[in-house]
């Protein structure tokens, strides 16, 4: 089977690095994208199986980057937010949105990787379920 | 007038009579002597008998007469008149003339001499004594009245106001020196001016109107002691603020006969008025200022955190790849170097945070979001995370929690923070070996309030300071306190955010043994949730019943659709439990129907014969949750409270 692909839009390089670091190294395809245009046009020619977005970004912020996305007919990709943003209100736009996790920066790469195996992955967390009566 | 009528009235009579020591002046001596008997007849005292005017006024002071009897013709170059002309300018005795001549010549000169009275030769006892009484009377009538114009006269010129009276045709009759000082004008310039000229008034953009003093009746615009500001120009033409009060004068017979004004000199409140004004521009553009200020310091505050925390998180990212081994294999050492890294990341995150809620809790932007929780199961979750961190540290972390405790209304990632920053501090604070309890329960003394203490065996707190520590900014300062780290935010944060679920939070402490922090936070009064259960079958709807009200909901029945609808309509409920074939109308048009009249409150279907076309259409009608007969009771009210919860229909209505 082929590596699921992660789309990463984050402008800073560094967490950029340290993100596309985690995940390769857990076995993901990442497509790195420092701002929401290339971002977009990994989204439309990648086909990526998750989508994380950082909130502030250079022209527009992660959520009307992903907005857009779903208005385009990509909106069965499912998407995650890291930000440092502190604000209030931006949890629940987020989750409103369709968010399936969000972490504040710094976030924990290892709770950061669980998440992105329970979206990628829902039928195990699932069958878990189904197995009670 | 009528007052003094009535006052002459009751000295005349009998019991009031006063007999006055009387003067004769008399150049004829037989009169004399005639007079003098008389009046002793009378009963009176005669001080004396003087034969000319010169003697009478020598012997009106050495004497001193309470009433003179003055004949007009007298020998020795001075008549009567103008003896008593002298007499009246140096004492005050009344004078009464008693003459033979009743020409109208010698009357008017007599008249003008202002006399007490006027006996015509020859006369009675009974004239003289009713010449004698009148006299006496209008004498005193006559002493009193000037006495009060003194004391009026006296008091107008003490006082402060400015006073001016006019006549009825406007020229000044009166002029106090306080209304020399404001005016400028001098009282015998004054005096006999028209008001205008004296007191000329423009507006001061308060009282519309010139003012004229005599246009009216009564004055226009004003109410009898109102008073108003106009701007007076002085006599040396410079303009002064002045506050007024006027009044008319009328007589008995109510015609004007003149107006007073008192007023006074406002440059000094003005001035005072203006200063104030300043005072309060100033301070208001130096509040806009600082307003601004905090402002851009808010925004600053938001600027430096984020960026503080994009390196932080590639920072600590990073050390945590190296750590788990991702970038190469790593010794014990290394991980345990790199274990504090990560951890002194996490203190600075903690520093962040806690720096950006104290400004959210000083500008009152902190929001919080109250849902029903288990205290005993966060406190729980929030000791075992720290479990680790304790244990490093050999202390010992036990948590003690009460089974019955009630749930209540908190933003469970708020009450985290507080009893993760409470257990932080006791874990800053207490020495190897020592231990650290946590307990939630419901004490018995506080109905109504669930309570959390976090006792430790640290150092203590000392008494002094034990007010301070929930402070912003307060920090530790000890000697020993090597530990001490941070930026002084987390208790104050803690208090704030208790305090902001109608909590409160203190602190026992005894310096040497530990110190234990008690978190009090209400259990509001919790509203029985309403379900209403829709079945046919009487005894499924019976056991549900049962089933709930033994979980505290209050439950209302409905055996066909249409009598649903009607309770749904009236009860409101937070649930509907529901079969889905029924008499009287199908689940979905029983859905429907609750969308219509109850909105978005759950329905859980609750059927045995799941027909796969009906259970497609009420999902048409979300939120629905479905539950196959028979099902066991913890499963179904497990099932019901996570309905209500995902619909999130608790705190509506």
Redesign the interface.
């Known amino acids: 089977m082929n590596a699921r692909k992660i789309l990463v839009v984050e402008d800073?390089p560094?967490?950029s690095?340290?993100?596309t670091?985690?995940l390769r190294?857990a076995g993901y395809d990442v497509l790195a994208a420092p701002g929401p245009h290339i971002g977009e046009n990994f989204a439309r020619l990648q086909k990526p199986d998750l989508i994380i977005t950082d909130i502030?970004l250079p022209t527009m912020d992660g959520l009307t980057f992903v907005r857009k996305l779903k208005q385009d007919g990509l909106s069965d990709v499912p998407f995650m937010v890291i930000t440092?943003?502190?604000?209030?209100g931006l949890w629940e736009s987020a989750m409103n949105l369709g968010a399936t996790a969000y972490f504040?920066?710094?976030?924990?790469?290892?709770n950061l990787l669980l998440a992105v195996n329970e979206t990628l992955n829902p039928k195990s967390a699932a069958s878990t379920e189904r197995t009670e009566p | 007038m009528t007052s003094a009528i009535f006052n002459a009235r009751a000295a005349i009579s009998p019991r009031s009579v006063k007999r006055p020591r009387v003067l004769v002046v008399e150049d004829e001596v037989i009169v004399a002597m005639d007079f003098e008997q008389r009046l002793k007849r009378l009963g009176y005292t005669v001080a004396g008998v003087a034969h000319d005017g010169r003697q009478a006024i020598t012997k009106t002071a050495e004497g001193n007469p309470e009433l003179i009897l003055m004949d007009i013709n007298l020998g020795g170059g001075m008549s009567g008149i103008e003896s008593a002309v002298t007499i009246r300018q140096r004492h005050d005795v009344p004078v009464i003339y008693v003459t033979a001549y009743s020409d109208p010549d010698t009357v008017r000169r007599a008249a003008q001499s202002d006399p007490f009275g006027y006996i015509l030769k020859p006369f009675e006892d009974r004239e003289l004594e009713t010449a004698i009484q009148v006299g006496m009377v209008k004498h005193e009538m006559e002493h009193r009245l000037r006495e009060s114009e003194q004391r009026f006269n006296a008091t107008l010129t003490s006082i402060a106001d400015g006073l001016i009276a006019t006549k009825a045709d406007g020229r000044i009759a009166f002029f106090n020196p306080s209304a020399e000082k404001i005016t400028g004008w001098i009282q015998p310039d004054a005096l006999g001016r028209v008001l205008g000229e004296v007191f000329p008034l423009a507006d001061d953009g308060t009282h519309g109107q010139g003012t004229d003093f005599f246009s009216s009746f009564t004055l226009p615009g004003m109410l009898p002691g109102s008073s108003r500001t106009a701007s007076l120009r002085r006599r040396d033409g410079v303009q002064i603020p002045v506050e007024y009060r006027a009044a008319h004068i009328h007589n008995d017979n109510c015609q004007l006969t003149g107006v007073v004004i008192s007023f006074s000199d406002i440059r000094g409140r003005r001035e005072a008025e203006a200063r104030i004004l300043r005072t309060q521009e100033e301070l208001k553009r130096a509040h806009d200022h600082l307003m601004h200020k905090h402002e851009e310091l808010q925004k600053f505050y938001?600027t430096v955190?984020?960026e503080l925390?994009?390196?932080?998180?590639?920072?600590?990212?990073?050390v945590?790849?190296v750590l788990?081994g991702?970038g190469g294999p790593v010794t014990e050492t290394q991980k345990d170097y790199l274990g504090i890294a990560r951890e002194s990341?996490d203190q600075m995150?903690t520093c962040i945070?806690d720096m950006?809620d104290v400004t959210?809790l000083e500008t009152g932007?902190m929001?919080i979001e109250l849902n029903p929780g288990c205290v005993g199961e966060l406190v729980t979750r929030v000791v075992s995370m720290l479990k680790p961190a304790a244990s490093r540290r050999k202390i010992q972390l036990s948590c003690e929690v009460q089974p019955d405790v009630p749930h209540i209304p908190m933003d469970e990632t708020r009450i985290a923070q507080v009893l993760t920053n409470l257990l932080n501090n006791a874990l800053k604070f207490t020495p190897e070996g020592g231990r650290i309890s946590v307990t939630v329960s419901c004490p018995p003394a506080q109905p109504g309030e669930v309570l959390i203490s976090v006792a430790d065996t640290g150092r203590g707190i000392p008494r002094e300071n034990l007010n301070r520590i929930f402070d912003r900014l307060y920090q530790v300062r000890d000697a020993d306190a090597a530990s001490c780290k941070g930026l002084g935010l987390g208790l104050f944060i803690c208090r704030e955010l208790v305090s902001l679920h109608g909590g409160a939070i203190r602190v026992e402490s005894e310096p040497g043994k530990g110190s234990t922090f008690f978190v009090t936070l209400p259990v509001a009064p919790r509203r029985r949730l309403r379900a209403l259960v829709v079945d046919d079958e009487a005894d499924i709807r019976e056991g549900l019943q049962l089933m709930l009200e033994a979980e505290n909901y209050s439950v209302t029945l409905a055996a066909d659709g249409r009598e649903a609808l009607e309770q749904v309509r009236r009860e409101k409920p937070d649930v509907v439990i529901t079969d889905l074939v029924m008499p009287g109308r199908t689940g979905p048009e029983l859905l429907k129907g609750i969308r219509h009249y109850c909105g978005s409150v759950p329905v859980l279907v609750y059927t045995g014969h799941p027909e796969s076309d009906l259970l497609a259409s009420t999902l048409k009608s979300p939120p629905v949750f479905f539950l196959r007969k028979p099902c066991d009771p913890a499963r179904l009210l497990r099932t019901v409270r996570n309905a209500i919860k995902v619909a999130g229909h608790v705190f509506a209505n």
């Open positions: 800073d560094q967490v690095a340290a993100l670091t985690r190294s502030m440092a943003s502190y604000q209030d504040e920066k710094p976030y924990d790469g290892a | 938001h955190s984020h925390k994009t390196p932080l998180t590639s920072g600590r990212e990073f945590s790849l788990e991702l990341c995150r945070n950006l959210r932007k929001s």
